[in-house]
């Protein structure tokens, strides 16, 4: 695999909450630069032509991220509106109720365990992983992907980079990458809505955020799983029951914007 399985502080338990959703932050505002949620809500548009259904049940959710955003895009000037459902392995309870009570339409937050790996025990809908793929190790990568399989789960998995850099170029500019992405941070952070006092702290008084968020948003580069590295994984359950398409997510103009797994029952 070219694969590495770098540690991101995001994943480390001991990591306090609030700099890990200031992070996260972060990474909403970066997708809505780069209209992530409009190429997502176009991913998820062309599945449903194939594939029907009512509600999205989207897997390791955090505190929301893109898809907020996505579902709103695609129940807009839609008359049949899909509920989405966000799920996590362990969900926050002061999100899960932020959430929850803040109305949103159409969305809701599981205050139960939802465990990718085990899909058959998972509520019924499209399920999604948006940018959360590569925090798994290869062993849960494989078991979420054969759940997926073997209990004939629609299955979207999108990942907003590639790792298509060389290992060692990585490593060279190494040093550069960080220092860019922290800069970004500070430019990035009055664009988060809302912006709290501790996201204002640890980003300009105490600069954790920024630090946290460049080598997590570099480490993420190398923990992508390539093409083949999904073609390795899930080699030894393919059978003709079931479909996976390994695809390039592109923008409107025709620009590359990530990637993205889909399987399909037939």
């Not at 032509?49 to 898809?67: P, V």
């Not at 939802?114 to 992983?129: E, F, H, Q, V, Y």
């Not at 993420?220 to 073609?231: L, Q």
Request: charged share 20%; aromatic share 10%.
């Amino acid at each position: 695999m070219k694969r590495i399985q770098l540690f991101e502080f995001e994943d480390l338990n001991w990591f306090p909450s609030t700099i890990r959703t200031g992070m996260t932050n972060l990474l909403v505002v970066l997708q809505k630069m780069m209209g992530t949620s409009d190429i997502i809500a176009s991913i998820i548009s062309n599945i449903k032509l194939r594939n029907d259904f009512s509600k999205i049940i989207d897997l390791g959710s955090g505190s929301g991220g893109i898809m907020l955003e996505v579902i709103e895009k695609l129940n807009k000037n839609n008359q049949k509106q899909i509920q989405l459902l966000l799920t996590d392995l362990h969900p926050n309870p002061k999100i899960v109720k932020r959430i929850n009570l803040s109305n949103i339409a159409n969305v809701s937050y599981n205050e139960n365990s939802i465990d990718a790996t085990s899909l058959g025990n998972s509520p019924t809908g499209l399920k999604t992983m948006m940018n959360s793929f590569h925090h798994m190790p290869p062993d849960v990568a494989k078991r979420i992907l054969k759940s997926a399989q073997d209990n004939k789960e629609v299955l979207l998995i999108y990942e907003i980079g590639e790792n298509t850099i060389p290992t060692l170029l990585w490593w060279l500019l190494l040093p550069l990458s960080l220092a860019i992405l922290f800069i970004m941070a500070l430019f990035m952070t009055p664009f988060i809505k809302p912006l709290s006092w501790s996201q204002l702290l640890f980003t300009y008084l105490i600069p954790i955020i920024p630090l946290c968020y460049a080598w997590d948003g570099q480490a993420s580069i190398m923990r992508i799983y390539t093409f083949n590295d999904i073609e390795y994984l899930i080699k030894d359950f393919r059978n003709e029951s079931y479909s996976w398409e390994i695809t390039q997510a592109q923008k409107p103009n025709g620009k590359k914007a990530g990637y993205y797994i889909l399987g399909l029952p037939k």
